[in-house]
């Protein structure tokens, strides 16, 4: 049970935090419907640049934005690696190439309908109704223990 709480409070959907190298994301787009519909929760890790390749998913910041899109063509650019992406329901690429420095990860799991259980958690009556159920639980494990004593 602690480590469901750890994994809950853990989680920060949008804040870009995670635990250790993993990071955890709600998909709110369909740009990657065919593949991660909207409400899939998605699990990144960050991975060395020469481990990524084309085919692969990558979450990355462009501007205030995060997207997880799949690339579609990796160059070498100056003396970085430079990706071009695309969501798997657009029809086009997209109008911008993703650098190094932008790449928050490699998406390893994609979970459907998770993420909007835990979008939900994360607001205010969220987080009032899972806090009750852990004090429900609680007095449940105390019960059982008194009934079976």
């Known amino acids: 049970m602690i480590g469901f709480i750890g994994f809950f409070i ?21 740009s990657m419907q065919e593949t991660y519909p909207v409400g899939s929760l998605l699990v990144t890790k960050q991975v060395p640049i020469k481990d ?32 071009q992406t695309k969501g798997d329901s657009n029809t086009k690429k997209d109008p911008f190439v993703v650098k190094e420095n932008q790449i928050l990860g490699k998406v390893v799991l994609g979970i ?10 994360q607001t205010a009556n969220g987080k009032i109704a899972f806090f009750l159920l852990l004090i429900e639980l609680y007095l449940l494990q105390t019960f059982i223990k008194l009934i079976w004593s």
């Open 52 to 83: 990524i390749k084309e085919g692969d998913v990558l979450s990355m910041q462009i501007g205030e934005t995060v997207l997880s899109h799949r690339i579609v063509h990796k160059f070498r650019q100056e003396d970085d690696y430079v990706f």
């Open 112 to 121: 459907p309908s998770l993420g909007k259980f835990l979008l939900k958690l």
């Open 10 to 30: 853990g989680i920060r959907l949008n804040g870009g935090e995670g635990i250790g190298p993993w990071q955890f994301r709600a998909v709110l787009s369909e």
